[in-house]
Nanobody, 121 residues
Framework: QVQLVESGGGLVQAGGSLTLSCAASGGTFSTYAMGWFRQAPGKEREFAAGISWRTNYADSVKGRFTISRDNAKNTVYLQMNSLNAEDTAVYYC?????????????????WGQGTQVTVSS
């Protein structure tokens, strides 16, 4: 069973930066596609960024967020810059053992518990 644990969330001022981490255990991390999703209050969970053999980003974060991974550490990261109030959400890490890494929630079998990111304006 794959377990994912996010960390790095917190409160940041608009224009600031945060880096989220997601540590994976219990699976073959290097073969998985990984994704970051987010869910704002009252809204559906949405794709933010994904990494497989390539990276892809939601239009709302493109140019500001960077997803990366360290297979030696079984960890995926989300570097978030130029944050604004619309980025306030719970951020979830997810793993796709098929290695596809699409934007669709159903592609991902394993999920972390989430970490809160709050951007103050």
């Amino acid at each position: 069973q794959v377990q994912l644990v996010e960390s790095g969330g917190g409160l940041v001022q608009a224009g600031g930066s945060l880096t989220l981490s997601c540590a994976a255990s219990g699976g073959t991390f290097s073969t998985y596609a990984m994704g970051w999703f987010r869910q704002a209050p009252g809204k559906e969970r949405e794709f933010a960024a994904g990494i497989s053999w390539r990276t892809n980003y939601a239009d709302s974060v493109k140019g500001r967020f960077t997803i990366s991974r360290d297979n030696a550490k079984n960890t995926v990261y989300l570097q978030m810059n130029s944050l604004n109030a619309e980025d306030t959400a719970v951020y979830y890490c997810a793993a796709d053992p098929r290695g596809v890494g699409s934007r669709h929630i159903r592609s991902y079998d394993y999920w972390g518990q989430g970490t809160q990111v709050t951007v103050s304006s």
